[in-house]
């Protein structure tokens, strides 16, 4: 029979349904404008259906609810059954705790008061399913919620001791009937509770997105700057290149032979000295070198670099600096030049199937594998990237290598705050 509480719980069950499957699936393009409407026919369709016979009804639901579902999420036929038949089993189990607990405390008895006490054992089967959602989702995420997340779910565990404990029967008959009201405006609350918490989810989640697309802007304009400079640089390069071999021409024609080998040297200096700050693919690497040029003429060092921009795709702009420049600060100052002898730094990388490697190879007087300054270095690297980290000294050549080994997955290199980890003893 057709009654305003039927048709309430009917809609209840659907928006179930939809929270449910919307976890699962994405929702349609062509439902964005339909799916109310869709909403409000379905419960009109069940609420006709629950007039027919049992196995009728049982059956054009069936369709209903598969034929709702279709419209709406996008996902293949086995996906939609099998979740279907998942939110069945769920629903179905706390249905039935619902229910078990309201007989039990004496409601569902009372023939002008049973409307209510099905919309009662509605909404206590919903709260139950939407919270054993949450848990399970928190505990099976990666990421979990806090503490504070849980506090909604208070009243819903104080309601069901209540109803573990009480009884109609200990009451006196005059107040009997109003139980049921009582009952409903209490799971009311709840249910207001959790849609409570549902909101600070939601607003949890869209937070996380502002900061993501905020975080997604930076990079972007961070990137570009990098590409300016570069692109000032090399057209810098290029300008100046340009100006030496017109200026070279010139003495060509002219015939001036130690003027021509004086040029030629010069250009051939200018090239060298230039060629790998306009070569180096990685923009952040560039960018560190363009701002101590000065500070690597003065110290009279070449930097020589051998890496490849998509090796470092899994490290932000942020910690691609802090990785280079520390290093590269390092290297500066033990390849400085002494005894005359120009310092040189080479830096490589390469990928393994698991790991990034970057080598640091750079001229040194001295033994530094032992110093104070390399040791901090180390467990730098080793708490924020989780890198391993080796260092080589050949007194012949009086050369330093580096060696950084730095994970590639995404749970070993993000560990949330920095400094969080303790040092690796990852092997190389």
């Known amino acids: 029979m057709f009654t305003p509480v039927n048709y309430v719980i009917t809609l209840l069950n659907l928006l179930c349904l939809t929270i449910f499957f919307r976890k699962w699936l994405r929702v349609s393009s062509s439902s964005l404008f339909t799916g109310g409407w869709l909403l409000g026919a379905s419960v009109l369709l069940f609420c006709v259906l629950s007039t027919f016979p049992p196995l009728i009804a049982i059956a054009g639901s069936a369709v209903v609810v598969f034929g709702y579902v279709r419209f709406i999420f996008e996902g293949s036929l086995k996906k939609i059954l099998l979740l279907l038949l998942l939110f069945a089993a769920v629903y179905g189990f706390c249905a ?9 405390a004496g409601f569902l ?3 002008f008061q049973i409307d209510l006490d099905r919309l009662s054992a509605t909404l206590l089967a919903q709260q139950l399913f939407y ?22 779910i208070l009243p819903l565990v104080i309601t069901l001791c209540v109803l573990a404990r009480f009884r109609q029967d200990d009451i006196s008959g005059f107040i009997k009937p109003y139980l049921s009201y009582g009952l409903l405006l209490l799971l009311i609350f709840d249910y207001l509770s959790l849609v409570f918490q549902g909101w600070l989810i939601i ?3 869209t937070r996380m ?8 802007r930076e990079y972007l304009a961070g990137k570009y700057s990098m ?3 570069q692109y000032e640089t090399s057209f810098s390069f290029l300008h100046s290149l340009l100006r030496q071999c017109a200026d070279l021409s010139l003495t060509i024609e002219a015939r001036d032979l130690d003027k021509i080998s004086d040029q030629v040297r ?20 560039a960018s560190l070198l363009a701002a101590r040029k000065q500070e690597l003429e003065k110290r009279g060092i070449l930097v020589s670099c051998a890496i490849r921009n998509d090796q470092f795709a899994l490290i932000t702009f942020e910690e691609q600096k802090q990785l280079f420049g520390r290093l590269l600060d390092f290297a500066m100052d033990a ?6 002898r120009l310092g040189t730094i080479i830096i490589r990388s390469d990928t393994s199937r698991q790991d990034l490697l970057l080598e640091f190879n750079f001229s040194s007087p001295e033994d530094l594998t032992a110093s104070k300054e390399l040791e901090e270095l180390q467990v730098f690297l080793s708490r924020k990237f989780k890198a391993g980290v080796r260092s080589v000294y050949s007194r012949e050549e009086g050369r330093m290598q580096i060696f950084v080994v730095i994970p590639l997955g995404l749970d070993e290199l993000y560990t949330g705050t920095p400094f969080a980890a303790e040092p690796t003893n990852r092997q190389i």
């Open 335 to 340: 390849a400085e030049t002494r005894d005359d």
């Open 203 to 205: 607003s949890l989640h």
């Open 227 to 229: 590409l300016t400079r």
């Open 131 to 152: 919270t054993l959602l949450f848990i399970v989702g928190n505990l099976a995420s990666k990421t979990h919620y806090s503490i504070t997340y849980y506090f909604p």
């Open 209 to 216: 997105r502002l900061r993501q697309e905020q975080a997604r």
């Open 109 to 111: 008895d009372y023939s």
């Open 266 to 285: 010069d250009v051939a200096d200018h090239a060298f000295h230039q060629f790998n700050e306009v070569c180096i693919s990685s923009p952040i690497l």
């Open 96 to 104: 039935s705790v619902s229910w078990a607990l309201l007989t039990r």
